[in-house]
């Protein structure tokens, strides 16, 4: 791999490799740009399968990150961490602390929270060494787990997307498919059994599935057999990637709309969707009630300010989407515009200006 032709390519600002034999940590943090603030994203922990696998995984999803925290109005860049390791298999103390001081060494350029494979407790260990984590256990006086409140924002907008889609936003008598049933996809399944949407769950945790069917009356299938139900929305909680030339001609949903990083495999298969006449609630604007709780945390937790600031996920997507026919282009599309013109409009307004304390975001 060129890794410098990849940090070219999407401009990427810093890529950090950390090892530490001791405790057997592979890590790679991703900066991809730090122009509204410090890079913000979580850290996932996951077994790739090559290194190569690793570092593409950390590049896009640390350049989601600049896009989802510059989408959200947060005065945050964006960055993520891939770990590679089991982790259910390779985790201690020390790998985490070790983690800890390499994100103190960067001084504050990257600031952590939890991802796919990561807990509160890992924040925690980390948090022994840098004050630069969030999502650290509420005892801290911080917000704790970010995936109920993805969960929520993610249920906003799916209901944002079901007005797109049908006209109204009620999700009342939907089937909905659920792909993946973590921490996310969980309560998220609480919030759409609630409304009494139909629920279509699979993952390839078994407890997972049956968690789902025992707790909400969802009807388990197959993790390949999830594309082609017959539904009205689709809603991708696992991993990336998952929306491309194979599962798209599968789909008969008239919504996709989950809490996943990265779903579309290429930007192309955005414009497919649209094609299809397909309505999507771009990944990085609908799964952004997480980011927008952690970063609460810089300014001193207040959960009711958070939970006013995920709730604009809603009008959020439906402006993308008024967005997207005004300009007569896909929906990715004009989330990605919303996300790039804040960027340039603050970095024009910051040349104007010396920094000064005001430009630092402080800590708790
Ligand atoms: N946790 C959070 O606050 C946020 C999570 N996200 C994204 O949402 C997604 C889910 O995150 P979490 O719920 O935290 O992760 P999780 O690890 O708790 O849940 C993911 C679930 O997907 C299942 N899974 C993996 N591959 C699968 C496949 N091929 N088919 C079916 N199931 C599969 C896993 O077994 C697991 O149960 C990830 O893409 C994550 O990056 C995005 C923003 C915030
Ligand atoms: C889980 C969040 C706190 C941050 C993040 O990494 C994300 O939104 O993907």
């Given at each position: 791999?060129?890794?410098?032709?990849?940090?070219?390519?999407?401009?990427?600002?810093?890529?950090?490799?950390?090892?530490?034999?001791?405790?057997?940590?592979k890590?790679?943090?991703?900066?991809?740009d730090?122009?509204?603030?410090?890079?913000?994203?979580?850290?996932?922990?996951?077994?790739?399968?090559?290194?190569?696998?690793?570092?593409?995984?950390?590049?896009?999803?640390?350049?989601?990150?600049?896009?989802?925290?510059?989408?959200a109005?947060?005065?945050?860049?964006?960055?993520?961490?891939?770990?590679?390791?089991?982790?259910?298999?390779?985790?201690?103390?020390?790998?985490?602390?070790?983690?800890?001081?390499?994100?103190?060494?960067?001084?504050?350029?990257?600031?952590?929270?939890?991802?796919?494979?990561?807990?509160?407790a890992d924040?925690?260990?980390?948090?022994?060494?840098?004050?630069?984590?969030?999502?650290?256990?509420?005892?801290?006086g911080?917000?704790?787990?970010?995936?109920?409140?993805?969960?929520?924002?993610?249920?906003?907008?799916?209901?944002?997307?079901a007005?797109?889609?049908?006209?109204?936003?009620?999700?009342?008598g939907?089937?909905?498919?659920?792909?993946?049933?973590?921490?996310?996809?969980?309560?998220?399944?609480?919030?759409?059994?609630?409304?009494?949407?139909?629920?279509?769950?699979?993952?390839?945790?078994?407890?997972?599935?049956?968690?789902?069917?025992?707790?909400?009356?969802?009807?388990?299938?197959?993790?390949?057999?999830?594309?082609?139900?017959?539904?009205?929305?689709?809603?991708?909680?696992?991993?990336?990637?998952?929306?491309?030339?194979?599962?798209?001609?599968?789909?008969?949903?008239?919504?996709?709309?989950?809490?996943?990083?990265?779903?579309?495999?290429?930007?192309?298969?955005?414009?497919?969707?649209?094609?299809?006449?397909?309505?999507?609630?771009?990944?990085?604007?609908?799964n952004?009630?997480?980011?927008?709780?952690?970063?609460?945390?810089?300014?001193?937790?207040?959960n009711e300010?958070?939970?006013?600031?995920?709730?604009?996920i809603?009008?959020?997507?439906?402006?993308?989407?008024?967005?997207?026919?005004?300009?007569?282009i896909?929906?990715?599309?004009?989330?990605?515009?919303?996300?790039?013109?804040?960027?340039e409009?603050?970095?024009?307004?910051?040349?104007?200006?010396?920094?000064?304390?005001?430009?630092?975001?402080?800590?708790?």
């Amino acid at each position: 791999m060129k890794i410098f032709d990849k940090m070219e390519e999407h401009d990427y600002e810093q890529l950090v490799f950390c090892q530490d034999k001791n405790s057997g940590l592979k890590a790679i943090i991703c900066i991809h740009d730090t122009t509204l603030g410090p890079a913000l994203g979580g850290t996932r922990m996951w077994n790739y399968d090559t290194e190569e696998e690793a570092i593409e995984d950390a590049i896009r999803l640390g350049r989601g990150m600049t896009y989802k925290n510059a989408a959200a109005g947060l005065n945050l860049g964006g960055g993520k961490t891939v770990i590679i390791g089991d982790p259910l298999k390779d985790k201690n103390e020390e790998m985490f602390r070790a983690f800890g001081r390499f994100i103190q060494g960067l001084n504050g350029r990257y600031i952590t929270a939890e991802d796919v494979g990561t807990t509160v407790a890992d924040m925690d260990l980390i948090h022994e060494e840098t004050d630069f984590v969030t999502g650290i256990s509420p005892a801290f006086g911080s917000s704790g787990n970010p995936s109920p409140v993805t969960a929520y924002g993610c249920y906003i907008g799916i209901k944002a997307a079901a007005l797109e889609a049908f006209g109204d936003d009620s999700l009342e008598g939907k089937t909905i498919t659920v792909q993946g049933v973590g921490n996310v996809a969980y309560t998220l399944c609480e919030y759409l059994h609630k409304e009494g949407a139909k629920l279509i769950v699979t993952d390839i945790n078994k407890e997972a599935v049956d968690r789902a069917v025992n707790d909400f009356g969802a009807v388990a299938v197959e993790p390949d057999d999830i594309y082609s139900q017959e539904a009205d929305i689709f809603a991708p909680c696992a991993m990336g990637a998952i929306i491309n030339d194979d599962t798209i001609p599968q789909l008969k949903v008239k919504a996709v709309a989950g809490s996943a990083n990265n779903q579309l495999k290429e930007e192309r298969h955005g414009d497919e969707l649209e094609a299809r006449g397909i309505v999507y609630a771009p990944d990085f604007v609908i799964n952004s009630g997480g980011v927008i709780n952690v970063a609460d945390e810089l300014y001193g937790y207040n959960n009711e300010r958070a939970m006013k600031r995920v709730e604009t996920i809603y009008d959020s997507i439906t402006r993308i989407f008024e967005i997207s026919k005004r300009d007569g282009i896909p929906s990715y599309q004009a989330a990605d515009r919303m996300a790039e013109e804040r960027i340039e409009r603050v970095h024009k307004s910051r040349s104007q200006f010396l920094r000064n304390e005001h430009n630092i975001i402080s800590r708790r």
